[in-house]
């Protein structure tokens, strides 16, 4: 049984890790069209721990390029890691808009804690008709939160719980719990039916002929 102690542990550890660990950083870019060419948009830092902490660090000039948002097709965004390995989402400008600018950042990681794939949601998933309203007054900050989904774990296979099967029934065989105490012809009567059958069968069909 887990003491108050025993977590409060939990929590100084998990801390010393974020803070001994070294971030690994990723650069955030964004455009406003598919032809237009990706741009800085800001950094984020990734600590490593039970489970992957990150951070989001925006450009200064990021509001001011939001200007660029007409609420017309996708805002698309990416993230890039050192190695230039980049994965890549969007989203329709007017949900941007009619959010105020407040977004939501999903990051699905592989077990080794690298990132996967990315996401951009709003917390209203459509847009509602107030896109004038929005684009006559602009929020004033970009609000963005971070989750972070875990890989899920594989299904086990069939083939292992098959496994696992006939090693259970032949612990009970020894331990005696599987001995079939059926009568023989409890046991047997699939085959003794149907031989039954066949010979009154053939007796009729004999009497029949005389």
Not at 54 to 64: E, I
Not at 88 to 104: A, G, H, P, R, S
Not at 173 to 184: A, T
């Amino acid at each position: 049984m887990e003491t108050p102690s025993m977590g409060i542990l939990a929590v100084v550890f998990n801390l010393m890790q974020l803070v001994c660990a070294s971030p690994t950083e990723y650069a955030v870019e964004h455009k406003f069209s598919p032809e237009s060419q990706f741009s800085s948009r800001g950094t984020l830092k990734c600590f490593p721990s039970t489970k992957l902490q990150c951070s989001m660090y925006d450009d200064t000039n990021l509001l001011k390029s939001f200007e660029s948002l007409t609420g017309e097709g996708f805002y698309y965004l990416r993230v890039c890691s050192e190695d230039k390995k980049c994965v890549q989402t969007f989203i329709k400008q007017c949900l941007l808009l009619e959010n105020n600018y407040q977004e939501v950042l999903e990051i699905n990681t592989l077990p080794n804690q690298e990132i996967m794939s990315v996401s951009l949601l709003t917390p209203v998933p459509t847009c509602n008709g107030t896109l004038a309203k929005s684009l006559s007054k602009r929020s004033v900050s970009v609000k963005t939160r971070i989750e972070i989904v875990d890989p899920l774990t594989p299904p086990e296979p069939e083939t292992s719980l098959y496994v696992k099967k006939v090693e259970e029934e032949k612990k009970k065989k020894l331990k005696g719990e599987g001995e079939d105490n059926r009568s023989f012809f409890a046991k047997y009567w699939m085959y003794i039916v149907p031989v039954l059958l066949l010979v009154m069968l053939n007796s009729q069909g004999e009497q029949g002929g005389e």
